[in-house]
């Protein structure tokens, strides 16, 4: 892949739950990867990369309602330039809109009901930031969520602890749908112009596994 890919993870700090699904699996793609810890290069942010920094994984060290402050702060000191399609940023976060294990890719929306992406939407919109087609969001889906749930009810489950055998489906079955979409998004070197047709095109892919 010529762009570099930028894997970047939402969440809260402390002990790992349904709402920080986007650090547990950056944890496991360091990993997958081979590449080295991550080392903690601010407050905000945590980072590492593989050695010609074709690939770095970055994970917000605020909370997640902040993780628009994160990402400037990693996109200012690093220097990363969101107007050069040479950049491929997906943001890793808990889809509770998603069967648990499954992956979605997609662009922001002008209404985003996730917190940390409405976040990132909005640090992006302050610094009159388009993205240019440069940071998509990449769900792990924790759902089915709560039937008819309240707000107060939405945040006691999305905060709350896995059961075991959700983990594992997590870590297995989540792990290896991510990690084919990540090759694939690599195969096609980041050209997403639908991301419609592309999870279509995932979808038809991993049931032929």
Known sequence: MD??????SVGNPGPSNRHSTG?????ELV???????????????SI?????????????????NDSGKAFK????????NLASTENLILILYDDFENKIGN???????NHES???????????TQANNNNNGVVFNLGIGIGPKPNNASRDTMASWVLSD????????????????????????????????????????????????
Do not use: W
Not at 3 to 8: E, G
Not at 167 to 195: H, S, W
């Open 114 to 124: 996730h917190n940390g992406i409405k976040s990132i939407q909005t640090s992006l």
């Open 162 to 209: 896995f059961k075991l055998e959700e983990k594992q489906i997590i870590e297995t079955v989540g792990l290896d749908v991510l990690t084919t979409y990540l090759g694939e998004i690599i195969e096609v070197n980041g050209d997403i112009k639908d991301c419609n047709k592309f999870n279509a095109h995932m979808a038809k892919m991993l049931k032929g596994n």
């Open 73 to 80: 702060k990693f996109i200012e000191s690093e220097r990363i």
């Open 103 to 109: 992956v979605k890719l997609s662009t922001f929306k």
């Open 23 to 27: 650090h547990l699996m950056l944890k």
């Open 48 to 64: 590492t990369s593989n050695d010609d920094h074709s690939l770095i994984l970055v994970k917000s060290n605020s909370y997640m």
């Open 31 to 45: 990993s997958y990867f081979d590449v080295k810890q991550l080392q903690k290069k601010s407050p905000l942010y």
């Open 3 to 8: 762009k570099r890919l930028i894997l970047f």
